[in-house]
């Protein structure tokens, strides 16, 4: 599966696709299919995510381990996470 | 410290409302990212793993207490209550918001400080020893010539587009407090028959190429150290590589071309900018030294110290350094409490920093390449009351220069170029090692973590390096040995395969038993390393 995800223009924080909007949560992410880059071109268009780019994912959760830090936010400050359960490494 | 003149308020002022217009366009969708982000780098705003990242300049790594609360009052009105202090004297926030970003620029403004060239392919802050003007051994105080050369950098039109980044150290004595031939250009004041003037070393670097600065010009008179400078960088200006980045930096250019043959060619580009009058009159130069005039130190400042409290014992011998004046101390804090992160610190802790520096410092502090801070002069008649305000904000660690003072770079934990994190290794490490009368034992033993290749973790010069690499999607960890960034230069090497995050920490600690068995009186453990060679540690960390 394909997500997709970028940074608020304003705020710069992570954000992921959701299908109607932009989400901090990557379990709020769904699968873009083949309409990433055209989903990126309208919402990069209105300022609406910066900086985008469509992630391989498997079970809902980005197969690499660079996004699974940015879905989780930094491993070192759990008060700065976004999702602490999420698993870094890889199995 | 110095202070600015208009001149120096007004470019700042000036490039702060520049950049504010730029922002609202670029907010107001007038301009896209690709135009935008040039714009942004060059005020030192990144967009990081996780949110943007401003990096903020601190010239030669000298604050006043004005400065260091002003960076407390950004951490917490604009970012997450913490900073960052880098391996570059620099301090960076991790969670910045552009829209306003322009309103924190102007409050870092009015204490005279910026982002400006804290990115981007030109001059760099220029980097110094932390103990500048308070060591006993520096020739002369190098912050005037960092000045000089700060002045002469900021902006320089003809600089404003290398073909990569470009760094500066500048030091005065013989040990290298700053890891000064490992950057572009390494500068050491000297003096010859009693005149001043400088060493050039130029060529350093770490990144994905290590190379140790060779001396290019072994005495430059101190008149003509811009024009030598400016000779220095038009020749890499005009022959630096800008068709590979990877290929762009003057170490490049010097090891391709040759030691001899690029010094050759500075010397005549030198002749010609000699011609043009760019060295400052000797006027301009007392000015700007007047600024760091020696502080008014007390002739009554020494004092017999009551060594009885065992903690205050360590930290006196740990993280305290001869002064050239007597009666006084310079102090090291150290920002690496055990399960800490490298070079963080809270709002808090900048703004009680800031407090025992007016109090007990004459009001200046220092932040060092190893991103630990400096109280640069204190009464000995201070040092328990320094301590017990230190201890009072946890920042009284005792491990200065010990396996537990670990630079580490921000790593995968907050950098969008890192393949591994660095912190979770940083933090195990010091944890096996918590024991202070163990890392006493080991003794000075510096231990640097990158994240990759780039290296600002400076891992090619730890005494034990760890190059955290993405191999296949999992975190791997490569060890180097025998890497040092101080007078006795070198550059580590890799011992063998890499290991897994408990690998890597299992494999240093067998490194450092080697060590002990083996090492003779008085050695270090790079100096064991050196004798022996990698054979014995090797066959104890990769033994079935």
């Not at chain 2, 600089?159 to 890891?179: G, H, M, N, T, W």
């Not at chain 2, 920093?353 to 630990?372: C, G, K, P, W």
């Not at chain 2, 230069?489 to 002990?516: L, Q, W």
């Amino acid at each position: 599966m394909k997500l997709l995800t970028g940074n608020d223009l304003k705020s710069g924080l992570v954000i992921w696709w959701t299908g109607d909007g932009w989400s901090p949560r990557v379990e709020g992410a769904v699968d873009a299919g083949d309409q990433g880059e055209s989903i990126l071109a309208v919402e990069e268009a209105a300022r609406r995510v910066n900086a985008s780019y469509i992630v391989d994912a498997e079970g809902g959760m980005p197969v690499h381990i660079k996004e699974r830090v940015r879905a989780a936010g930094p491993t070192v400050r759990a008060d700065l996470a976004v999702n602490p359960d999420i698993v870094i490494e890889k199995a | 410290m110095y202070k600015y003149d208009n001149y120096d308020q007004a470019m700042v002022d000036a490039r702060v409302q520049e950049f504010r217009g730029q922002v609202e366009r670029r907010l107001a969708g007038k301009i896209t990212e690709d135009q935008f982000k040039p714009l942004r780098l060059m005020n030192g705003l990144y967009l990081q793993l996780h949110a943007y990242m401003l990096r903020v300049a601190i010239p030669y790594g000298t604050l006043n207490s004005g400065q260091m609360h002003m960076l407390a009052h950004i951490a917490r009105k604009y970012d997450r209550g913490y900073g960052h202090f880098t391996t570059r004297q620099n301090i960076q926030y991790n969670w910045i918001k552009l829209e306003e970003c322009p309103d924190l620029l102007d409050e870092l403004a009015s204490v005279e400080m910026h982002a400006i060239q804290t990115s981007g392919n030109c001059i760099r802050n220029i980097s110094s020893d932390q103990y500048a003007g308070a060591a006993a051994d520096e020739v002369a105080d190098p912050r005037p010539w960092a000045e000089l050369l700060r002045q002469w950098s900021s902006f320089h039109p003809e600089f404003s587009y290398l073909p990569r980044k470009f760094k500066f150290a500048v030091i005065a004595a013989d040990e290298d407090r700053a890891a000064m031939r490992l950057h572009d250009i390494g500068i050491q004041l000297v003096k010859k028959d009693g005149v001043l003037g400088a060493k050039f070393f130029v060529g350093g670097g770490m990144g994905r190429t290590p190379m140790i600065g060779p001396e290019i010009r072994d005495f430059v008179p101190a008149e003509d150290l811009l024009s030598y400078t400016e000779a220095c960088l038009r020749v890499y200006n005009r022959y630096g590589r800008r068709d590979n980045m990877y290929k762009a930096r003057i170490k490049i250019l010097v090891h391709e071309i040759g030691a001899d043959e690029y010094r050759r060619q500075v010397e005549e580009e030198f002749a010609h900018v000699k011609t043009l009058g760019i060295d400052p009159p000797l006027a301009e130069f007392e000015r700007i030294t007047e600024y760091f005039a020696p502080p008014a130190f007390s002739a009554d400042a020494d004092a017999k110290l009551d060594r009885s409290d065992p903690d205050f014992a360590v930290w006196l011998d740990q993280n305290v350094k001869p002064h050239k004046q007597d009666g006084y101390s310079i102090v090291n804090i150290s920002l690496k409490p055990i399960e800490g992160i490298s070079g963080d610190a809270s709002a808090d802790q900048i703004d009680a920093m800031a407090d025992i520096a007016e109090r007990y410092s004459f009001d200046e502090l220092r932040v060092t390449h190893a991103q630990n801070i400096v109280l640069p002069h204190v009464a000995k008649r201070d040092l328990h009351a320094v301590w017990s305000a230190l201890r009072n904000e946890d920042l009284a660690d005792a491990n200065l220069d010990l396996i537990s003072d670990i630079i580490a770079c921000p790593g995968l934990d907050y950098c969008s170029l890192a393949n591994a994190r660095s912190i979770p290794v940083a933090q195990k490490i010091a944890k096996r090692f918590e024991n202070l009368d163990r890392q006493r034992d080991l003794g000075e033993l510096k231990l640097k973590i990158s994240g990759c290749i780039n290296a600002c973790g400076h891992h090619h010069a730890g005494h034990i390096g760890i190059l955290g690499v993405d191999r296949k999607g999992v975190e791997n960890y490569q060890l180097t040995f025998g890497g040092s960034g101080a007078e006795d230069v070198s550059v580590g090497k890799i011992i063998g395969p890499g290991f897994d995050e408990d690998g890597v920490v299992d494999a240093v600690e067998k490194a450092t038993e080697v060590y002990k068995e083996q090492r003779e009186d008085g050695e270090r453990f790079l100096d064991t390393y050196r004798r022996i060679g990698v054979a014995p540690f090797k066959e104890a960390i990769y033994a079935k």
